[in-house]
């Protein structure tokens, strides 16, 4: 339960960019430069080590693989929200300018590795259902009209 509401928290920042919104006073107050320029990067940090302790346990339970699974999929995504976020804050920071391609192949980096990092775990997920509901199948049908069928 308590992961679904942590995912869609994070579905909801990520819609919504809560996390710039709620910190930009705190970048000004501190006038925040260099790698912490965005500076929501540092209670990002200290949720993640937070999450980490308290689903250590959790983890440990999990298969071995699944576990990898789920770690190299919070690894993907962390260092892309947390770690390129902070490259693109530095560079922000320097140039002064997040127009140019510089800036933006950085966010597509950030932007390509949480959406691996959700696929990752979308497949450890299934790779999970499939190892311990042997039997159990899953079919997708689509059924379209005669009118669409013979235009395909």
Known sequence: ???SIIFLFLAIDEFA???EKLIEPLQIRLNASGFLHSTW???GAA??????????RFLSHLPTQTRRLFLLAGSLYVSGTLG???IGGYYSSLMNDRNDIIYTVIVTVEESLEMLGVAVFIY??????S???KGT???INIVTSEKKRRSI
Request: hydrophobic letters at 60%; glycine letters at 2%; one cysteine or more.
């Open 84 to 86: 390129i976020e902070m």
């Open 124 to 129: 450890s997920l299934l790779h999970y259902i």
């Open 47 to 56: 949720f993640v080590v937070i999450c980490l302790l308290i689903f250590t």
């Open 1 to 3: 339960m308590t992961l």
């Open 137 to 139: 199948g899953l079919r």
């Open 41 to 43: 990067v540092i209670p």
């Open 131 to 133: 190892y311990y509901m």
């Open 17 to 19: 960019s809560l996390h």
